[in-house]
């Protein structure tokens, strides 16, 4: 397996504009985890799904962000509007029973 | 109660020396206690992990110590190399697999 799989590696946005960034985990691993990552505040858990399903969006920051899984190999966090504020690395995590194995990450810079 | 403190923030120690990271939970629930290694560019990669019903596990020349009754789990790591300089994450799960991850310490081993 390829491990998890994270597109962009690198996005430089303006402010204000809709940024998308992609994941697709494990094959067979049922969880999913969105996480941020900044020197401030180090690795924050932003939302987790279970079997497609958000369980916790209690780490999303905002109403501008938003994230999506509409099957077991896709997921999205989307930023709209993004800000200077949101420039972080981002990364994807999945697993199946408590291992956690996490993608290269989406390095974001909103300028 | 969900945090993880984790201590020191940074760490520099000699080749072969002995690498210790402390990390403390309030939340009796967890009951999976991993620690992550990060090196710049990557994503966290799992390292080791230990469930609550051993107070240590070993793997080469890293062991986790774990004292329930303290809520409290360490990691040391024997003989260091340079090539273990990276950023060590503690993180606490319970059986929902959402992990909670600590500060951080970056470690240095100077040759």
């Given at each position: 397996?390829?491990?998890?799989?994270?597109?962009?590696?690198?996005?430089?946005?303006?402010?204000?504009?809709?940024?998308?960034?992609?994941?697709?985990?494990?094959?067979?691993?049922?969880?999913?985890?969105?996480?941020?990552?900044?020197?401030?505040?180090?690795?924050?858990?932003?939302?987790?799904?279970?079997?497609?399903?958000?369980?916790?969006?209690?780490?999303?920051?905002?109403?501008?962000?938003?994230?999506?899984?509409?099957?077991?190999?896709?997921?999205?966090?989307?930023?709209?509007?993004?800000?200077?504020?949101?420039?972080?690395?981002?990364?994807?995590?999945?697993?199946?029973?408590?291992?956690?194995?996490?993608?290269?990450?989406?390095?974001?810079?909103?300028? | 109660?969900?945090?993880?403190?984790q201590s020191p923030q940074s760490l520099i120690v000699q080749k072969g020396g002995i690498?210790?990271?402390?990390?403390?939970?309030?939340?009796?629930?967890?009951?999976?206690?991993?620690?992550?290694?990060?090196?710049?560019?990557?994503?966290?990669?799992?390292?080791?992990?230990?469930?609550?019903?051993?107070?240590?596990?070993?793997e080469g020349r890293f062991t986790i110590s774990f004292n329930k009754s303290a809520k409290?789990?360490?990691?040391?790591?024997?003989?260091?190399?340079?090539?273990?300089?990276?950023?060590?994450?503690?993180?606490?799960?319970?059986?929902?697999?959402?992990?909670?991850?600590?500060?951080?310490?970056?470690?240095?081993?100077?040759?």
């Open positions: 397996d390829a491990g998890v799989i994270q597109s962009p590696r690198h996005e430089v946005t303006e402010m204000g504009q809709e940024v998308t960034l992609r994941c697709k985990p494990i094959s067979g691993h049922n969880s999913l985890f969105w996480y941020r990552q900044t020197m401030m505040r180090g690795l924050e858990l932003l939302i987790y799904f279970n079997n497609n399903v958000p369980i916790d969006d209690s780490g999303m920051p905002e109403d501008r962000f938003s994230a999506k899984m509409p099957n077991a190999s896709f997921s999205t966090l989307k930023i709209q509007p993004s800000e200077p504020r949101d420039s972080a690395v981002y990364f994807c995590a999945s697993s199946a029973v408590g291992e956690a194995f996490f993608g290269q990450g989406t390095r974001l810079t909103v300028v | 109660q969900q945090q993880v403190k690498s210790i990271i402390n990390c403390a939970y309030e939340n009796t629930a967890f009951d999976y206690f991993p620690w992550y290694q990060q090196f710049p560019g990557k994503g966290p990669a799992l390292l080791i992990a230990i469930r609550p019903d051993v107070s240590e596990k070993k409290q789990f360490s990691l040391h790591i024997m003989d260091s190399q340079p090539g273990d300089s990276a950023t060590y994450f503690c993180a606490a799960s319970n059986r929902s697999y959402k992990l909670i991850f600590g500060s951080g310490t970056r470690l240095l081993v100077r040759p």
